[in-house]
């Protein structure tokens, strides 16, 4: 049965790493939409920007925000509360590393 282990173990010794995910955890599809983890992620952290953040132009505190969350890069806005209503955006995308997300600016 050692025949069996030999080129097995000459293979592991002379490759490097691997990744033991395999090629689903590598490569992901960039056009499938957000799944319910990173959606609820992006909620909660734009609730919270929006919370602590005012409008560049007025000064007035941001509404609760609004997420479009079809496709990637998924949009983000936000109105301010004050007289003029001034729209803020931002874009949420996926990267290998993880998601980036951008803060919210005046549109």
């Not at 090629?23 to 990173?38: D, S």
């Not at 997420?67 to 983000?76: E, Q």
């Not at 509360?81 to 729209?87: E, L, P, V, Y």
């Amino acid at each position: 049965m050692e025949w069996f282990f030999a080129p097995w173990t000459l293979m592991a010794y002379m490759s490097g790493a691997f990744d033991t995910t395999g090629w689903q955890g590598i490569e992901r599809n960039w056009y499938e939409p957000p799944v319910h983890a990173e959606r609820w992620l992006i909620e909660i952290v734009y609730e919270t920007v929006a919370a602590e953040t005012r409008c560049t132009r007025c000064g007035a505190p941001l509404d609760h925000p609004r997420i479009r969350a079809d496709a990637w890069p998924v949009r983000v806005a936000a109105r301010c509360r004050g007289t003029a209503r001034h729209r803020h955006r931002a874009d949420v995308s996926r990267t290998p590393d993880g998601l980036r997300i951008d803060p919210l600016i005046r549109a």
